[in-house]
């Protein structure tokens, strides 16, 4: 070990890389009971608070520098101890004992001597992230979580995970950390998306064991959630915290939306390297092209635990249900017949005693899949069902020898946290318990992008309309140059929006459609941009009133051809 002497002749010895990787998950325990030992004398304000401010603030880095050793964030340490479950027992201890350190309450009078620890935690989480959450699934869902905890009105006030939360958001902005194929419109169950996570991971002990941890700490369920809903969420942070700021008021989780804000951009600038590049876009599991629509036909669990068959030439029966999302309802799965005749079919769905849909046919044993005799049948065009909202499903079967459900269900789950409850006879004349409909049929309620462009396109669609209803909602009020000033000064018009524009040309020109779709955006956009700068330049004298009324903000577009002699189609 190197011997140095300061200016005063006392020997200091410097620390190299072989110690630290020599060093014993007991020892790496021993910091971490100093670092809490620390904080909890930091936390009651001590007389030694510069020393204990040091202790908190080097044992961060000393947890921190070993972390990133035995766990680096590319490749494998050769050097370094091997993975084991002790030392994946110390790494989960050190990020409990940061995420205790962030969510600690904040007050006027603490607030400045902890602002050096927060920065050390914060760096300290940054640098350890990919340790803390070692798998892509981990590292998104420690975002979802905290997502789903705080709601936009928050912002006003502050909230305790803002700490833990821009941590996240500024390690994700990474990118080393893209986009893993969330599905865009459908949120995930993170049970489900752990057994069936395909990555081989280069720490499968840490895995394995953060995987555990984590399932523990959420066995009633976690929602991995969709790519949409968590630019949404972010998009609500960074709107609350503006009308604040136009209000005159101090955004007390300004930072939170800094790095809401650059976050987004980061995976925008990623989605527009993928749209120039498709081969990035494979790699990164993103969707690349698609020429048509085609919405993926899902389907809930079977209602019914048994079933009887035999019953009689003509069977009318209805399920009253709701569901707890939107969906698009497309059919319905029913039981069969057991005879080789032809049956003829009416399927209906019904809301206030009204038919909003219906469709009728028939089919042959031919048409029938599983053990169970089902055969789907289908309306020619889903129909919309809005969540909580009481329908009836209805279904009229005509033959012989029909089968039926018996000791139904009175809840069946889809995918995506689709949810559909069948009511008791006590609401209706329906009997939830039995009868001919053993699965609903359903897809998004939404029009997802189906590739990389145009996920692009939209994601820049949002961030548009948001900024038009912000003009429209200054200039109703009289457009005051101080609140277009706050406006153009804050972060969505200042870095997010500049960002997105100047990636959106070249992304646009990959695709036709996707060009229309941003000419549209410049229709929407263009009016309310020519209204906020003539409330900017009013007239101060009647001539000048008159030059302004004779002036017209003329809109534009640009329309170009490969060749002069043929028709440009836009």
């Known amino acids: 070990m190197p011997e140095f002497e300061q200016e005063s002749g006392v020997p200091i010895q410097l620390l190299d890389k072989t110690f630290s990787s020599n060093v014993t998950p007991k020892g790496l325990q021993a910091v971490q009971s100093i670092l809490e030992w620390g904080w909890d004398q930091l936390s009651r304000e001590p007389d030694d608070l510069e020393q204990m401010r040091m202790v908190v603030k ?23 101890p091997p993975d084991s479950p002790e030392l994946a027992e110390s790494v989960f201890k050190t990020l409990w004992l940061i995420k205790r350190i962030f969510s600690s309450p904040k007050s006027p009078e603490n607030l400045e001597h902890l602002e050096e620890i927060m920065k050390e935690c914060k760096e300290t989480f940054t640098n350890c992230f990919h340790a803390f959450y070692p798998s892509a699934i981990l590292k998104w869902f420690a975002l979802c979580h905290l997502l789903q905890s705080i709601d936009p009105s928050d912002i006003i006030v502050g909230f305790p995970g803002d700490n833990l939360l821009s941590a996240v958001l500024e390690a994700l902005s990474s990118p080393a950390y893209g986009y893993i194929g969330l599905n865009y419109d459908t949120s995930l169950n993170l049970a489900a998306a752990l057994h069936n996570s395909p990555d081989a991971e280069r720490f499968p002990i840490l895995t394995e064991y953060m995987h ?8 009633s369920g976690g929602e991995l959630m969709s790519f949409s809903a968590i630019s949404s969420k972010l998009l609500s942070l960074i709107s609350a915290s503006l009308r604040l700021e136009l209000a005159g008021e101090t955004v007390p989780t300004a930072n939170v939306v800094k790095k809401a804000g650059e976050f987004l951009v980061s995976r925008f600038n990623e989605l527009a390297l993928c749209s120039a590049y498709p081969g990035i876009a494979v790699l990164s599991g993103l969707p690349v092209m698609s020429s048509k629509r085609k919405d993926k036909l899902l389907e809930t669990s079977t209602r019914f635990s048994s079933r009887e068959a035999g019953h009689p030439s003509l069977v009318v029966s209805d399920a009253v249900f709701s569901v707890n999302k939107p969906v698009l309802i497309n059919g319905f799965g029913v039981f069969g017949g057991s005879s080789e005749d032809v049956y003829k079919y009416k399927i209906s769905i019904l809301k206030d005693g009204s038919t909003i849909a219906s469709s009728e046919g028939s089919f042959t044993s031919k048409d029938y899949y599983g053990e169970n005799s089902l055969v789907n049948l289908i309306f020619p065009d889903p129909v919309k069902l809005e969540p909580e909202v009481i329908y009836t499903a209805r279904v009229d079967l005509e033959g012989t020898n029909f089968t039926v459900g018996t000791e139904g269900q009175s809840t069946v789950m889809g995918q995506g946290g689709v949810v559909f409850n069948i009511y008791s006879p006590g609401l209706t004349e329906s009997d939830p318990e039995s009868g001919p ?16 462009v145009q996920l692009s396109v939209h994601m820049a669609s949002m961030f548009l309309d948001l900024t038009v209803r912000f003009l429209e909602r200054i200039i109703g009020a009289g457009a005051t140059p101080d609140a277009l000033d706050a406006l153009s000064s804050s972060f969505l018009m200042s870095n997010l929006l500049p960002n997105i524009l100047a990636q959106l040309g070249p992304i646009a020109a990959q695709q036709p459609k996707s060009a229309i779709e941003v000419l549209e955006m410049v229709r929407r956009t263009l009016p309310v941009i020519a209204a906020a700068t003539k409330s900017l330049h009013k007239p101060d004298s009647e001539d000048d009133k008159n030059g302004y009324l004779d002036a017209k903000l003329m809109h534009y577009a640009n329309v170009e051809t490969d060749h002069p002699y043929k028709q440009a189609n836009v």
């Open 437 to 452: 409909i053993a699965k609903f049929l359903y897809s998004s309620s939404t029009s997802s992008p189906q590739n990389v």
């Open 212 to 219: 555990h941890k984590t399932m523990e700490e959420f066995s």
């Open 58 to 80: 080097c044992s961060l880095g000393i947890l921190s520098s070993h972390i990133k050793e035995v766990y680096p964030a590319k490749g494998i340490n050769r050097k370094a």
